[in-house]
């Protein structure tokens, strides 16, 4: 039986006066995969960044509704969005590993959280996260060369494992393969298909092949309204709304 | 190829296979209550099609599936444009196996000259079941080599299902010039013999279209 995990209820977001997301509802469903798709300027990474408070860090966002996490509201005032984003990873277009080596770009998060101390414990978690990541083979020699050395789809690989570190409940994807070749884009696909089954991810992405390859929902977003959301196969075989249908086939956007 | 993708492939080519196993079942239950003169065994052949157009449609749908969700190209496409045209195909032949065992399984009540019928009739049904079984066993396997000797021994059967077809209709049409009043009985025993023809046939088009997602070139009847 699927069960939700993220639930938006009337999510409406501002920057400044310009309303960006218009009064989003949706579920998001536990260790599914949901992709988030729609034309540039959308709404799709403003809605991504609202699932861990992002968009807290500008100033001139204001967020009316509810997002809950396992049904407790992340925007309520005694949250605090430090733990938010801990629970809630968040993996970017950018690989964008720390100027530190492979091993400390793992440790460093679970370090600071106190969840592991330095030596064995440490040791353990670095590498069940470079295994979780699917990076593991490749860097097991050279865990203290810098993260920075690797290529781009290792990097993006390295900070998927810096995400699992602090062992979040969901991981936000923000078009985490743009800037990868085919191969190591094949490679993130099948890391999510594997991780989805300890996890819950949300990924945007402008590739809809990619979200039909991987995602077991899909929602379409346009000018900061939901259009459609379902299942992936009814939303690329049998879409609800002519406006979905033209986006996916190309016909708009 | 993405793990979902190999997963659906598979699940398609398995439940293909099960399809094409039912219509080799059928014909092989429907011989042998001829051999054995036992009309029970006719409606067991029947029952063996019951659902055939809804496991048909529920592999199409998953084929319309894979499609849209992954985009296959150059084997991989191949392949689901096959099964697709193979589904068809099946339903095709299971169709024409129905009709034979309805209107064969009416023979043995016949007041006519069985001998001379099953001593083409029966070769000719081996061959039409060995073609459909060769066909559908292409389906699991994968080496180019094997694909070929199976193909090549699908169109040997296929061309046997022809010959001993005509046989059976120039003998038919002799005896016919003896016993008119029993014409009709004999050109509906013909009429029924024309089907394990044709499923000969479809195994012939299945074994095209495996070779087609094998070796690759253009699609042709």
Same mark, same amino acid.
């Given at each position: ?21 218009n ?18 300027g ?13 968009n ?37 277009q ?93 490679k ?58 033209d ?7 | 190829?993405l ?6 492939l ?20 429907? !011989? =042998? ?5 036992? *009309?029970?065994?006719? $409606?067991?052949? @029947?029952?063996?099609?019951?659902? &055939? ?64 019928? !099953? =001593? ?5 049904? *081996?061959?039409?079941? $060995?073609?459909? @079984?060769?066909?559908?066993?292409? &389906? ?21 299902t ?43 088009s ?15 009847s």
């Amino acid at each position: 039986m699927k069960k939700i995990k993220i639930n938006v209820n009337n999510l409406n977001l501002w920057y400044g006066n310009n309303k960006a997301l218009n009064d989003i509802s949706l579920d998001i469903y536990k260790n599914k995969i949901t992709a988030l798709i729609g034309p540039s300027g959308c709404g799709k990474s403003t809605f991504l960044r609202t699932l861990n408070r992002m968009n807290d860090l500008i100033n001139i966002v204001k967020i009316k509704g509810k997002v809950l996490v396992d049904e407790q509201n992340i925007y309520d005032k005694y949250v605090d969005e430090v733990s938010v984003r801990k629970r809630i990873g968040m993996v970017f277009q950018q690989p964008n590993p720390f100027p530190k080596s492979i091993y400390e770009n793992i440790a460093y998060a679970p370090l600071k959280h106190k969840i592991v101390k330095k030596g064995k414990k440490c040791d353990e978690l670095v590498e069940k996260s470079l295994v979780s990541a699917g990076l593991f083979d490749e860097v097991k020699d050279k865990l203290k060369d810098p993260g920075t050395s690797l290529s781009g789809g290792q990097q993006q690989r390295l900070c998927i494992a810096r995400t699992i570190a602090v062992s979040p409940d969901v991981i936000l994807m923000d078009e985490p393969t743009s800037a990868l070749d085919p191969i190591s884009t094949e490679k993130i696909e099948s890391l999510m298909l594997e991780l989805k089954k300890n996890y819950t991810i949300v990924i945007v992405t402008h590739n809809m092949q990619q979200a039909s390859r991987v995602a077991d929902y899909t929602a379409f977003f346009h000018l900061g309204n939901l259009i459609e959301y379902g299942l992936t196969s009814d939303i690329f075989v049998n879409p609800k709304k002519k406006k979905t249908e033209d986006y996916i086939t190309g016909r708009f956007g | 190829m993405l793990k979902n993708f190999k997963i659906l492939l598979e699940n398609i080519q398995n439940e293909l296979y099960d399809m094409g196993q039912k219509v080799v079942s059928s014909n092989e239950i429907s !011989l =042998e209550a001829i051999v054995s003169n036992d *009309k029970e065994l006719f $409606s067991k052949a @029947k029952n063996v099609l019951n659902n &055939i157009g809804t496991v048909s449609n529920k592999i199409d749908n998953s084929i319309v599936k894979g499609l849209a969700l992954h985009q296959p190209e150059a084997k991989d496409l191949r392949k689901m444009i096959s099964y697709l045209k193979i589904t068809n195909e099946l339903s095709r032949a299971a169709s024409n196996t129905k009709n034979y065992i309805k209107n064969f399984s009416k023979f043995i009540d016949m007041e006519i000259d069985s001998k001379n019928i !099953l =001593e083409f009739s029966i070769p000719l049904q *081996k061959s039409s079941i $060995s073609a459909i @079984k060769t066909s559908i066993d292409m &389906i699991k396997i994968s080496q180019r080599d094997t694909i070929e000797k199976y193909f090549d021994k699908v169109n040997v059967e296929e061309n046997k299902t022809d010959d001993l077809y005509g046989m059976i209709e120039k003998n038919l049409l002799k005896v016919l010039s003896h016993k008119v009043e029993l014409s009709k009985d004999y050109l509906y025993v013909l009429s029924s013999l024309r089907k394990l023809e044709k499923v000969a046939h479809r195994a012939s088009s299945i074994a095209n279209l495996l070779i087609f997602a094998e070796v690759g070139g253009e699609l042709s009847s």
